[in-house]
């Protein structure tokens, strides 16, 4: 019988993976991947797949490639079945299962069958590496009862193993360092196998064969890239020997994904404004018809909601196929009592900005905002006028105010909270006080003032009396003609970017001239790269210039505009959410620029 796995004989110690005989027994192959991902890491596969490959470049390709998980397709009879082998190979029984439509697809080519008889799931269960890494066995799943007329297929892939690979992420998509690994990979004998990109997950996977004499059981390599790499997808797909460059599908289907990404947000804005998540556990399963009584909904459109939603790991089928739906800890965030809930940027997102959106042509064509087009109004006084949707949009801010978690140990934050004096950190348009409220919690010697429209004020002194910060604040109703003198500490979280360069040069001469000339001043925003890597910044310079007539922009963009106010910039530190702090100050000499 020729198989793509090797006898125990034909590898060394390190690297035995069960005999000709064995590859029919399904636990054995569960519990061989499994091993094999606690016992190996980078350095040591690399050598087994890619002979030849030594020295610095080994070094250099393993400092670059995180060895992930090692995946398998099995052949379970049952849903209990599965759990038996599972817990047979030490691996966790309640891990949640997911369709896999391309091993699904791959198969029903293979076989010449049709794909909806394929019920093709795929479980990521948990193991460790050897240092404590926290890594996965990819476990691809096809039920098949007994004299059920897939056994042929369970046969055919058990002998071949197909399926079976090992995966490796590349730690920082860089562009230049993955056509580098390419070229590394493909020079030591591995050839293009395919890949794709998934909208869904933001991700490139390559998919390599290895060479014939490489010392491993797994013949197929998966490298996977954060990201969008899509000149590296096109030049990978290219040396695949199996592909024609000049077949439209795979583009087509490309494509067709991409134009399907409004449907996910009306989905998501469905999910959280039907109050499904709050209906749902996350321990257990719950069935369609009870949701549906306790969300008010039809149940068989209500099924055909979460089924979509599974595919994006909003909620998880019941594992034994029945017909019921749990939360996932992603999900979870869409949850109104979660204390990380993201429920408002849904509504937002999915409600105002989403109809905007639907006019983005006429910001193109003209450069004004589609959101004055749609309402007849900016946005900031379209919110004002409508109490529910101020706070709607003050609620969707503070969800992303995770970005902020770590504001607080910034050195300007601490050394102003150990100064011998007080010190007063002015929060600029700061919203519902959602940041000043964390910075002052931080450190109790800090005061605060808070400068915003008079509808927002009275919000954030609700917000910061609730965290037992009112007493060290100060309130200022107005425009950013109206910034305080005096400050030790100013901040502008997420401000600029709604505004033109004018505008931006504006508000920046308005806190050059409150600012003592020891005062600093903190900028969060996000950046637009300078190498065109993908980046939420990116993202989001479409949706302010849509909504808002605003835009993001790069570091040295920023440090131009600070300059024209007569500040510089000193320095910057990542945020989470892709986010920025930007450290400045007066600039050491000369007169400001007048305004």
């Known amino acids: 019988m020729t198989t793509t796995l090797p006898a125990e004989a034909t590898l060394p110690a390190e690297a035995v993976l069960p005999g000709e005989t064995m590859l029919l027994d399904d636990t054995a192959r569960l519990r061989a991947a499994a091993a094999f991902v606690r016992e190996h890491d980078s350095a040591t596969l690399l050598p087994l797949l890619l002979p030849g490959l030594r020295g610095p470049e080994l070094e250099s390709v393993a400092a670059h490639c995180r060895f992930a998980h090692a995946g398998l397709l099995i052949f379970p009879s049952d849903p209990q079945d599965l759990r038996t082998r599972f817990a047979d190979c030490g691996l966790a029984t309640d891990t949640p299962a997911q369709p896999s439509v391309v091993v699904r697809a791959r198969l029903a080519r293979r076989h010449h069958r049709d794909a909806a008889e394929l019920d093709v799931r795929i479980l990521r269960p948990r193991v460790h590496g050897p240092a404590g890494e926290r890594r996965v066995v990819e476990v691809f799943t096809l039920p ?156 068989d459109s209500l099924a055909t909601l979460l089924r979509y939603l599974t595919m994006l790991d909003v909620v998880a089928e019941h594992p034994e196929g029945q017909d019921g739906f749990r939360l996932t800890p992603l999900g979870g965030l869409l949850r109104a009592d979660s204390p990380d809930t993201m429920r408002p940027l849904a509504l937002m997102y999915g409600g105002p900005f989403y109809r905007s959106f639907g006019a983005l042509d006429h910001t193109v064509r003209t450069g004004q905002p589609a959101f004055d087009e749609l309402f007849g109004e900016n946005h900031f006084d379209h919110f004002a006028r409508d109490p529910e949707l101020a706070d709607l949009f003050d609620r969707s801010m503070a969800a992303s105010s995770r970005m902020f978690r770590p504001l607080p140990a910034h050195p300007v934050i601490t050394a102003a909270a150990q100064a011998p004096a007080t010190r007063t950190v002015v929060d600029v348009a700061g919203g519902n006080g959602e940041l000043l409220g964390r910075i002052l919690t931080a450190h109790p010697t800090l005061r605060g003032r808070l400068l915003e429209r008079p509808h927002a004020v009275e919000a954030a002194r609700r917000s910061l009396d609730a965290t037992g910060c009112g007493a060290r604040c100060d309130y200022h109703s107005g425009d950013f003609a109206d910034v305080p003198h005096g400050g030790d500490v100013y901040v502008l979280s997420r401000v600029l970017h709604d505004w033109d360069d004018d505008r931006c040069r504006e508000i920046l001469r308005h806190c050059a001239r409150a600012m003592p000339a020891h005062a600093d001043l903190l900028i969060v925003e996000r950046l637009l790269p300078t190498d065109g890597s993908p980046s939420l910044a990116t993202a989001w310079d479409l949706h302010m210039m849509c909504n808002v007539g605003g835009r993001e922009r790069s570091a040295e963009h920023y440090a131009r505009l600070l300059a024209d106010a007569g500040l510089e910039l000193l320095d910057r530190s990542p945020l989470p959410l892709e986010a920025y702090v930007l450290h400045a100050r007066r600039a050491p000499a000369g007169p400001m620029a007048a305004p």
Do not use: K
């Open 144 to 299: 098949v009862p007994a004299r059920s007329d897939l056994e042929p297929i369970a046969a055919h892939e058990r002998a071949r193993g197909h399926e079976a690979h090992l995966a490796f992420a590349l730690e920082h998509p860089d562009p230049l360092v993955l056509r580098g690994l390419c070229a590394v990979l493909t020079r030591h004998g591995a050839r293009p196998d395919g890949g794709g990109y998934n909208p869904h997950e933001d991700g490139t996977v390559l998919y390599f064969t290895t060479p014939a004499d490489a010392a491993c059981g797994y013949r197929r390599l998966e490298l996977y890239v954060p990201g969008a790499h899509h000149d590296a997808l096109a030049a990978h797909l290219d040396g695949h020997p199996g592909t024609d460059t000049t077949d439209t599908s795979r583009s087509a289907e490309a494509l067709l994904r991409l134009l399907t990404g409004a449907w996910t947000t009306q989905a998501l804005a469905a999910f959280a404004r039907l109050r499904l998540p709050e209906a749902m556990e996350t321990g257990a399963a719950t069935g369609i018809r009870e949701l549906a009584r306790r969300t008010g909904t039809h149940p």
